[in-house]
Structures are given as C-alpha cells and as structure tokens.
C-alpha cells in the first residue's frame, strides 16, 4: 500500500485564494482592509525569514502589512508601548510578536498584552481558555492548518481515534482541542509517554509534533491511518549539504498509511495560510461581518 500525499502547498494555495477573495469582498461591500502587524524584536535570521514571508503573502492576499522592527536591546516598557498602540489602531487588525523573544523580555506578559481579538497567533491566554471551553476563538495557526487538512481529507473527524505526540502549547495542547471539538477521541502522549508506539498504533489519525528527526517508524503506524508531520527537522545529508525532514520516517510510513503529509510541502505552508485566514477572520469580527466559511475552526 502506498499512502495518500496530503499536499499542503496545493491546499494552502486554495485557502490563500479564498481568504483573498474574502479581502477582496470586505474590502468592495464594507470598505475594509484587513491588516496585519507583525512585530519582530532583535536581528534573528530564521525571524527576519519568516517576517519577510509573512508579510509578503500579506500583501499578496490584498492586506496591509505593518512590519516593525525592534532592536535586540528594546526594553519591555517599550515593547508594550508599542503593542498597546497597534490594540488601539483600527487599521490593524491581527497583531503578531515573532517568538522567540530575546531573553529579557518576559513572553507571556508580552503575548498577554495583544488584545485577544487580534491575536492572530491564539497564544493569548483568553484564547487558549475559548479554545478549550469550545467558545469561538483565535486558533494557533499550525493546528488549525492540520485540522483543515484533515477535515478536507476525512469529511467528518467524529469518533476517530487521534494521537496526538507532543505537549506543546503552540501545537501539541490546541492540536487536542481542536480534534476533541471535532469530536476524535484524543491522546496527547509526550516524552514520559509508555509504550508510545502501542499508543500510537491504535491510531486512525496521528499528529507528530516532537522536532525529533524520523522517530516515528512505520511499524508504529495502524494500516489506513492518517499521518500529519508537524516536525521540521535539519539532518545531515550523507554526501554532504542537509536537507529537511519531518518527525516522521516518511518512506516506511508511507507503506502503511493511508495518507501522509510531506516535509517540506506538507503543514509547513499551511501556518501562514491560516495566519492570513485569522487576520481576515479578526478583520470580519471586528466589523460584525460575517466570516467566511471554511477558514475557521
Ligand atoms: P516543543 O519542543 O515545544 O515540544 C516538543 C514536544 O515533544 C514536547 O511536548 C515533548 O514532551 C515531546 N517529546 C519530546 N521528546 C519526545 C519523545 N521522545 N517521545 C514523545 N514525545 C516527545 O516543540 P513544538 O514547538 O511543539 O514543535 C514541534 C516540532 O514541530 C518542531 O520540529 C518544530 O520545528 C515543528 N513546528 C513546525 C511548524 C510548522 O509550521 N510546520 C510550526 C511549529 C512547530
């Protein structure tokens, strides 16, 4: 058997296009232009990437793009000066602090400081609370594009069996919630986990979200299951150079399962396709408008 490829760039092109015709409605029925502010603290290269990128797609989906850029040494009372600016500005309507912050300043103060309708990464602790309490949201970016893939794929979640491997608050934790709304019946194993391999063969989905290169082996994986890789791992090539793979041994899963996300291409494009759909998401609400179906959990 060879799986399924769930093809994460295919798919977040088609959620890029409908959050675009979403900007694009907004936009020509309520003279609204979504806007994202993204607040990048320090010269961190892999940051000043993903900054760039974000802010590209920004652009590109019709949106304004607000790019700040901290020095290193920015001082926490300024840093919450300026995100207190962006709550109060109409014009910006999802603010994003790029993680990780230099080491004095204090994470969750900072992310706590975002209005949480604007929170457009979901990090805000009402959020986590809203998402857990099953209310309507801000949903981190990275499990909401798992769970778009996956509904996409599957039709309805209800009553699958989904392991969740990883504990994090960015991925592993609203990755749980978001699959138990959904109505799966979820484990979320993690480091101390037992037998981690009978937990995770009794899966009909599985979400690997560890930052260990190809731990998980297909002989682990049920016949038929879905397998999402959240990892991205950098591994030696043996002639030399790397190249990136997932938490997953994509070759050996791939003979058992019934469909599997790549790496790369697989949920790596489908965080800043759900970021620009919370933006737009967090443009519609902060207008009483109507949000578009589908780019919501
Ligand atoms: P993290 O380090 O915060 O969490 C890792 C989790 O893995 C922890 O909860 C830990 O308990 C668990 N873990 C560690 N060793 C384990 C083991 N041997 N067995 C079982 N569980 C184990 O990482 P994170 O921020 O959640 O990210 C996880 C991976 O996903 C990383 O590779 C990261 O680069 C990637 N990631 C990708 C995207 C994307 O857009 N594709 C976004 C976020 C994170």
């Not at 990128?53 to 926490?76: C, W």
Request: charged fraction near 20%.
């Amino acid at each position: 058997m060879s799986a399924d490829v769930i093809d994460g760039k295919e798919f977040s092109l088609r959620v890029r296009n409908k959050v675009a015709e979403g900007v694009a409605k907004l936009k020509k029925d309520y003279g609204v232009k979504p806007g994202l502010a993204v607040v990048l603290v320090g010269e961190d290269p892999a940051s000043q990437v993903y900054v760039r990128s974000k802010g590209k797609q920004t652009v590109e989906a019709g949106m304004n793009s607000y790019e700040h850029t901290l020095d290193a040494t920015t001082s926490e009372s300024d840093l919450l000066k300026l995100i207190s600016k962006l709550n109060e500005d109409p014009d910006v309507h999802g603010i994003l602090v790029q993680l990780p912050l230099p080491g004095h300043l204090n994470e969750d103060l900072v992310i706590n400081s975002i209005a949480p309708q604007k929170d457009v990464d979901g990090f805000h602790i009402s959020n986590v609370g809203m998402l857990g309490t099953g209310q309507k949201s801000m949903v981190p970016c990275t499990p909401l594009g798992c769970l778009m893939m996956l509904r996409d794929y599957h039709g309805s979640l209800s009553g699958l069996d989904a392991v969740v491997i990883g504990r994090s608050n960015i991925v592993g934790k609203p990755m749980a919630q978001l699959l138990l709304g959904d109505s799966c019946t979820v484990t979320i194993a993690h480091s101390r986990t037992k037998d981690l391999k009978d937990v995770v063969k009794r899966a009909d989905i599985v979400v690997a979200a560890v930052g260990r290169a190809e731990m998980v082996p297909g002989d682990w994986i049920k016949e038929g299951a879905t397998v999402i890789d959240v990892g991205i791992n950098r591994i030696d090539k043996p002639e030399g150079g790397t190249r990136l793979v997932g938490d997953v041994d994509y070759d050996s899963c791939s003979a058992v399962a019934g469909a599997v996300t790549p790496v790369p291409g697989g949920v790596g494009p489908m965080t800043i396709a759900c970021l620009l759909a919370n933006t737009l998401t967090a443009a519609c609400r902060a207008n009483n408008v109507e949000e578009p179906v589908g780019l919501t959990a």
